[in-house]
């Protein structure tokens, strides 16, 4: 069944698709010695030098650089990385079993905020099941390091349209951000938000009618 004149679907990351836990990577950092760790993750966007690596603005080796001022002296670029890593739990499997349903009638697109050390961290475990990479679950894919912009910055949206040749007219943005979905919609994009605990399959039925 068609999303009303739906060509495209394209899905926010975290939230969504892959499950987050704010807590443990703050308390991750604060093992680590960092002080005030609760006021550096935000639950939809990150601060300082957190929020340059997702942009694309600093590399890795320059991040850890920038955490280091933060921690105690001796703490390892791989000690970074595992506590920056506590931030992602996992991706269901029948979240992916759904992503391949999907492509069967529609256009399926990533739109994501993230950085490096995430997506060939963590994020490629998560969807290498099967032998498969990221890559196989969708038709097309932003991630706002490679983009030089994260959301909700109207930068990274145009940037999509670009990159992936879509129409918003014609794609329905899922995010479990407000912020993130006003910024699409003023676009064109038809929005639908995924509210935590809620599956992102529930949000297509709803949107379906």
């Known amino acids: 069944m068609a999303l009303n004149n739906y060509k495209n679907l394209l899905f926010d990351l975290g939230g969504v698709i892959l499950d987050l836990k704010r807590e443990d990577c703050v308390r991750a950092f604060e093992a680590l010695g960092m002080e005030n760790a609760e006021s550096v993750f935000g639950e939809y966007s990150q601060t300082g030098a957190f929020l340059a690596l997702e ?12 955490v280091k001022k933060m921690l105690p002296q001796g703490v390892s670029d791989a000690q ?7 931030f992602l739990v996992g991706v269901p499997m029948a979240r992916l079993k759904a ?13 994501s905020n993230t950085n490096p050390i995430h997506i060939n961290g963590r994020i490629a475990q998560y969807f290498g099941v099967d032998g498969k990479t990221i890559g196989d679950y969708f038709d097309g894919m932003v991630l706002s390091f490679e983009a030089k912009a994260a959301k909700p910055n109207a930068k ?28 699409a919609s003023q676009l064109g ?21």
């Not at 970074?80 to 506590?86: L, S």
């Not at 943005?173 to 006003?182: A, C, G, R, T, Y």
């Open 55 to 66: 942009e694309g603005a600093i590399s890795v080796d320059e991040f850890h650089a920038e």
């Open 99 to 111: 992503l391949e349903e999907l492509r069967k009638d529609y256009k399926v697109f990533l739109l």
């Open 80 to 86: 970074i990385d595992e506590a920056f890593g506590r």
């Open 156 to 183: 990274i949206f145009e940037y999509t349209v670009l990159h992936l040749g879509i129409n918003p007219n014609e794609t329905l943005f899922l995010d479990d951000s407000q912020k993130n979905l006003d910024a």
């Open 189 to 209: 994009f038809g929005v639908a938000l995924v509210s935590p605990g809620e599956e992102f399959v529930d949000v297509l039925k709803r949107v379906i009618g």
